[in-house]
């Protein structure tokens, strides 16, 4: 058995362009999906967050809207139930990359608070592309791989190929003209080579390490491909 690490946003909100701070988090599924795959596949997960804070769920995550109705929300609140790393997560200053075969990132508008600008979490996603260990990111998660900059001020991911919740899908949400700043458009302003798909339908980018998934629908197929690196 391995341990993977979750590395998860602390913040439960996120700050629009005329101030307000909009209620958010990690987004449920992205955590849940996973978790039950590495944990079924026999792993470890250490839950880790800037400043070792509980993460919080974003609420809409936990609505039958999102999880195909009343069912759907309820095993997903039994699943947040029974993830007791959630409620014990450590510090990003804690984390030894070399503990961990994997690293993973779920996502939820949380990371555009804090993860997009935290030197610790940054840091971590440069040594773990360095390392060669399988990292995945999905969603809003890549919002994380803005940080990550390296000695010269480049992004370690410049060049990469990459997925990540899209402008178009931001749109669709209704969430885009109010943002400060759009997800796509910044990581393609960094130097990644972002590929989209279509709207809320799964689609994964591999390339090298890295395994990126563009939305909720993804984290499924995002966790297969790290399980099938770990193997």
């Known amino acids: 058995m391995s341990k993977i690490l979750f ?77 007791p790393e959630l409620r014990q997560p450590i510090g990003l200053d804690e984390v030894k990359l070399d503990e961990y075969a994997a690293v993973f990132y779920p996502g939820g508008h949380g990371p555009m608070e804090d993860l997009s600008a935290d030197p610790e979490s940054g ?31 480049t992004n370690a991911f410049a060049g990469y190929r990459a997925t990540a ?12 003209e109010r943002a400060k700043w759009l997800l796509e458009t910044r990581l393609v302003e960094a130097g990644v080579d972002v590929r989209t798909g279509e709207p809320w339908a799964p689609h994964v980018v591999v390339d090298r390490n890295l395994v990126t998934g563009q939305n909720p629908a993804s984290s499924a197929p995002v966790a297969a491909e790290l399980l099938g690196k770990l193997a």
């Open 123 to 153: 840091r971590l996603l440069v040594d773990a592309l360095a390392s060669g260990r399988p990292l995945g990111v999905v969603c809003h998660g890549p919002a994380a791989l803005l940080a990550a900059v390296t000695a010269d001020g």
């Open 7 to 83: 590395v998860m946003t602390g913040a439960d909100h996120w700050t629009l362009a005329d101030g307000t701070e909009h209620p958010s988090g990690y987004w449920a599924e992205e955590a849940v999906t996973p978790y039950e795959a590495f944990t079924a596949a026999g792993h470890q997960v250490v839950v880790a967050t800037p400043g070792g804070v509980v993460p919080t769920v974003d609420r809409g995550s936990l609505s039958p809207e999102a999880n195909g109705g009343p069912e759907g929300a309820a095993r997903i609140e039994r699943a947040l139930a029974a993830m």
């Open 165 to 176: 919740f899209s402008n178009t899908e931001e749109t669709l949400a209704g969430l885009a």
